[in-house]
């Protein structure tokens, strides 16, 4: 059944939100897995468990794709591949904090991008969203701040964080985002794969480490790829940045009920201050949005 397009947008928005949420439950597991296992080598682990499982399970949109549309999801999964790199290893230069919150300045430049890149205006709520959402990412994150080696990957990292919002919003579609994150997973893993090698590989280690890694390369990988793939075919790529700003509001609630952190006045604020964000962009900003032309259009304009 065909949804129309303010329905579409609804579910697109919850699909987002909830991928944010899975997204922030995989911090505190990340934390205890990279002891023992090197981060390149948990990336290639998990995002080859992932291709595998997309493969298989999408194998009949995969072959529905065109050519383009693989050239197209090969160069966005080479984004967030080589984005996902220059994350971990800028996490090994700087403090887990410092990174959320320069990771989290895509949603600065996801706007900054679709301006500049696709001359599209900005309306004035999102900029103002972007504010709320920026100083509710630092109140969430920072404590203390300086620039360095791994400030520098990281913010690199946001940067391609952001062009893989901009083209997902720009070039997927409903009827072929299934194929296209299929494909886009091939490549993570791929790139993934190339950067642990050289090494040599770390396997995780008993049913607690593996159980985890499963549930990252399934719930935070195969459903998480193919929301954001849908969902940003139904939404602007800014709006789609403020959304998934919600991700360290997660992240920090998961850190109070199960990883024994405590409740302070900073995440109470900081949490506040991204859901208003995502407020103003999603009841404030909508009318300006409606003006723009569906994905299916914008992607044979292309």
């Keep these: 059944m065909a949804l129309s397009p303010a329905r579409a947008r609804t579910v697109a928005t919850i699909l987002l939100v909830a991928l944010t949420a899975v997204w922030g439950s995989t911090f505190f597991l990340i934390r205890d897995l990279v ?6 080598d948990f990336l290639a682990v998990r995002f080859t468990i992932a291709a595998v499982l997309m493969v298989a399970i999408f194998w009949r949109p995969l072959r529905a794709l065109a050519r383009r549309d693989w050239v197209i999801s090969a160069a966005l999964g080479s984004l967030y591949g080589m984005a996902q790199i220059l994350q971990t290893f800028g996490l090994a230069h700087t403090d887990a904090s410092v990174s959320g919150f320069v990771t989290g300045t895509y949603v600065v430049l ?6 500049l890149l696709l001359r599209e205006r900005v309306p004035a709520s999102t900029w103002y969203a972007v504010l709320l959402a920026t100083a ?24 391609l964080y952001a062009l893989h919002i901009v083209g ?9 985002a299934t194929g296209m994150s299929a494909v886009q997973m091939l490549v993570i893993a791929a790139l993934a794969v190339i950067a642990a090698v050289p090494d040599g590989m770390v396997w995780p280690s008993g049913v607690g480490q593996w159980s985890a890694v499963i549930y990252m390369a399934t719930a935070a990988g195969v459903l998480a790829l193919w929301a954001q793939t849908w969902g940003q075919a139904h939404m602007s790529a800014t ?8 991700e360290p509001v997660f992240a920090a609630g998961f850190a ?3 990883g024994g952190e405590s409740l302070g006045w900073r995440m109470i604020v900081g949490g506040a201050l991204v859901l208003a964000a995502m407020y103003t962009v999603e009841l404030v900003g909508r009318r300006p949005d409606d003006t723009t032309p569906p994905a299916e259009v914008l992607h044979h304009e292309v």
């Design 35 to 40: 002891q023992t296992v090197p981060p390149a």
């Design 136 to 159: 509710g990412l630092a109140l969430l994150s920072l404590n203390g701040f300086a620039v360095g080696l791994g400030e520098g990957l990281t913010l690199g990292a946001a940067a």
């Design 168 to 176: 997902l919003g720009r070039l997927s579609t409903p009827s072929r």
């Design 110 to 115: 996801t706007p900054v991008f679709t301006a």
């Design 239 to 246: 709006r789609a940045a403020i959304v998934m700003t919600l």
């Design 256 to 258: 109070v009920a199960f």
